[in-house]
């Protein structure tokens, strides 16, 4: 394992690293859902989910669903449903332990995301599970999200990456399948053609 020189392990010495915060962002930080953030919701297509588990170990899981999935309960609560996935379940295991979570939310084309952070609790409320039924799919359960922080994040992530400007994307190629990725990883057995089949089946017919 590499051993990094010049650790910094100090708050003073970390802040000493860094001009001081202009007035916007000192105080841009909201414990609620105003009509920005609620259109910029409504508009969301893909968020990701941070979330820890009571011996620490951090997990960050994708979610993604066509605009006006992420449903503003109240000004102080969102509400985020489950979809078939993996099964893994990791961010719900983490939430049972640590009920708090940190959520990035992206709309596509717009170069910056919103950010909320607060408490969660996983729940099987019937108006919710029905608030959150799409294409015939009803959630078995729904991530309620106790809305304590709210802001905007800056683009420069998205400008520096060019996320949304296509004739400057890297070439894929080369780029290991998630297929083979699986085969590889979990030294399974099951010959490639029959893991692609399957992908290829929960990617056609197992979104909802």
Same mark, same amino acid.
């Given at each position: 394992?590499?051993? &990094?020189?010049?650790?910094?392990?100090?708050?003073?010495?970390?802040?000493?690293?860094?001009?001081?915060? $202009?007035?916007?962002?000192? %105080?841009?930080?909201?414990?609620?859902?105003?009509?920005? @953030?609620?259109?910029?919701?409504?508009?969301?297509?893909? @968020?990701?989910?941070?979330? @820890?588990?009571?011996?620490?170990?951090?997990?960050?899981?994708? #979610?993604?669903?066509?605009?006006?999935?992420?449903?503003?309960?109240?000004? *102080?609560?969102?509400?985020?449903?489950?979809?078939?996935?993996? %099964?893994?379940?990791?961010?719900?295991?983490?939430?049972?332990?640590?009920? *708090?979570?940190?959520?990035?939310?992206?709309?596509?084309?717009? #170069?910056?995301?919103?950010?909320?952070?607060?408490?969660?609790?996983?729940?099987?409320? +019937? &108006?919710?599970?029905?608030?959150?039924?799409? %294409?015939? $799919?009803?959630?078995?359960?729904?991530?309620?999200?106790?809305? +304590?922080? &709210?802001?905007?994040? @800056?683009?420069?992530? !998205?400008? *520096?990456?060019?996320?949304?400007?296509?004739?400057?994307?890297?070439?894929?190629?080369?780029?290991?399948?998630?297929?083979?990725?699986?085969?590889?990883?979990?030294?399974? +057995? !099951?010959?490639?053609?029959?893991? +692609? &089949?399957?992908?290829?089946? %929960?990617?056609?017919?197992?979104?909802?």
């Amino acid at each position: 394992m590499y051993s &990094a020189e010049k650790p910094v392990r100090d708050l003073a010495e970390l802040e000493s690293m860094f001009d001081p915060m $202009h007035p916007s962002q000192v %105080n841009k930080f909201i414990d609620h859902i105003d009509a920005h @953030c609620a259109a910029w919701i409504a508009r969301t297509t893909f @968020c990701t989910i941070a979330s @820890c588990n009571a011996a620490g170990q951090m997990d960050v899981s994708p #979610k993604g669903d066509p605009a006006g999935f992420i449903k503003v309960i109240d000004a *102080r609560t969102i509400a985020i449903p489950d979809r078939i996935g993996n %099964n893994r379940a990791d961010t719900f295991r983490n939430v049972l332990e640590v009920p *708090r979570v940190g959520l990035m939310l992206v709309v596509p084309k717009r #170069k910056e995301v919103v950010r909320i952070n607060g408490g969660a609790e996983l729940v099987r409320d +019937e &108006a919710l599970l029905d608030l959150t039924t799409l %294409n015939g $799919h009803r959630p078995g359960l729904v991530l309620l999200v106790r809305v +304590e922080e &709210a802001f905007f994040h @800056c683009g420069k992530s !998205m400008i *520096r990456s060019a996320m949304w400007q296509p004739e400057k994307w890297g070439d894929p190629a080369g780029l290991p399948s998630y297929s083979q990725a699986l085969k590889d990883h979990g030294d399974m +057995e !099951m010959p490639l053609e029959d893991i +692609e &089949a399957r992908m290829a089946y %929960n990617e056609s017919d197992r979104l909802y």
